[in-house]
């Protein structure tokens, strides 16, 4: 939760960013988008307001940019490892949890078992 409420400040300061660099108002981009002055406003601000990738969407494109460029760019602080563990050498490392999920999608998409080499013992790690 408190991760989820840094993501979402960390975009909002990008979207404050990019409008005040294109001269615009927040009331001028709640008109662009159709939303709320107060969302729009809630949003910039380090309040906890959430917003959809669809919205996140319109708000990019009346900053006539891309919604990628909103998201952050540095994201050590919002990064959650998970530790893995070679069970031959006992080498640790750790990864993060948001490339786990994506491994673990593909590993749904091909049913094929994701296994690591381990770097120190060039044994298989199954995740
Ligand atoms: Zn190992």
Not at 49 to 59: R, T
Not at 68 to 83: G, Q, T
Request: glycine content about 2%; overall charge positive; hydrophobic content about 35%.
């Amino acid at each position: 939760m408190e991760n989820d409420l840094e993501l979402y400040n960390i975009i909002g300061k990008n979207i404050k960013k990019r409008r005040k660099n294109l001269g615009i108002t927040q009331e001028k981009l709640a008109e662009l988008t159709n939303y709320s002055l107060s969302f729009i406003a809630n949003i910039e601000s380090r309040t906890y307001q959430s917003f959809s990738i669809s919205a996140l969407n319109n708000i990019a494109k009346a900053l006539n940019t891309n919604m990628l460029n909103l998201l952050p760019k540095d994201n050590k602080e919002i990064i959650k490892n998970k530790e893995i563990k070679c069970e031959y050498c006992n080498y640790h490392t750790e990864i993060p949890i948001e490339l786990i999920k994506i491994l673990n999608n593909i590993h749904e998409l091909t049913s094929k078992k994701i296994k690591l080499t381990c770097p120190k013992c060039n044994k298989k790690i199954l995740l």
